[in-house]
Every structure is written in C-alpha cells, then in structure tokens.
Nanobody, 126 residues
Framework: QVQLVESGGGLVQAGGSLRLSCAAS????????MGWFRQAPGKEREFVAA???????SFTDSVKGRFTISRDNAKNTVYLEMNSLKPEDTAVYYC????????????????????WGQGTQVTVSS
C-alpha cells in the first residue's frame, strides 16, 4: 500500500477553478492507477476520475469537459484540475490508489480496498 496526502481544496465561487494534488509515498507509484472520489454531505462516496498506470483516463459523466486528471511519476503526485466549478461539486475529495487496475475497475473501488487519503474539502459557492 501507499500513503496518500491530498491538498489544494478550498472555497471558490461558481465558475471558478481549483487544482487538487495527491502526493504518494513509496517507490512504485508508476505501477498504481490513481483515482479521485468525492463525498457530499448525506450522500455516498462517488467516483470522479481515474488515471491508470499506463496513462489512460476516465471521468464520471458530470465532470467530463470540466475536470482533467494527470500524474507526474517523478513527483509521485496525481492532480485533479477542476474548472467551471458548480455548487453541486461541493464535497470532500479523496485520492485513492490501487496497483495495476484499469480505470474502469478503479471506478468501482470501495474503501474496503486500495489505499485512501484523508480527503480535502472543496466548497463551491453560488
């Protein structure tokens, strides 16, 4: 497993942008598929985006065209660039990692598996 630490959350107005970062420990980062999930108050945690160990990406429909996911293996870091933010994007955002997963499999990851960060709050005001 890897240790994950998210950063970059905050308060932003609707239409604004934020970039989340997730720093991972260890020397095998390049073998991990990385994902972002979010959980709004009173709702279940949901998949947002993933980037595989081979660079493939996937997004949930509600963020397609607005969010971008990328990784820097030299820095053991994955990023979530969020543009055109909406109030409904308000949630705690969590980073997750699992080795050799496809992005499709990552979409089904639960807290029973993989490695998870502690989360970072994103609040979008209207």
């Amino acid at each position: 497993q890897v240790q994950l630490v998210e950063s970059g959350g905050g308060l932003v107005q609707a239409g604004g942008s934020l970039r989340l970062s997730c720093a991972a420990s260890g020397r095998t980062f390049s073998t991990y598929t990385m994902g972002w999930f979010r959980q709004a108050p009173g709702k279940e945690r949901e998949f947002v985006a993933a980037i595989s160990w081979s660079g493939g990406t996937s997004f949930t429909d509600s963020v397609k065209g607005r969010f971008t996911i990328s990784r820097d293996n030299a820095k053991n870091t994955v990023y979530l660039e969020m543009n055109s933010l909406k109030p409904e994007d308000t949630a705690v955002y969590y980073c997750a990692a699992e080795r050799w997963f496809t992005t499709q499999a990552m979409g089904g990851l639960t807290t029973a598996g993989g490695s998870w960060g502690q989360g970072t709050q994103v609040t979008v005001s209207s």
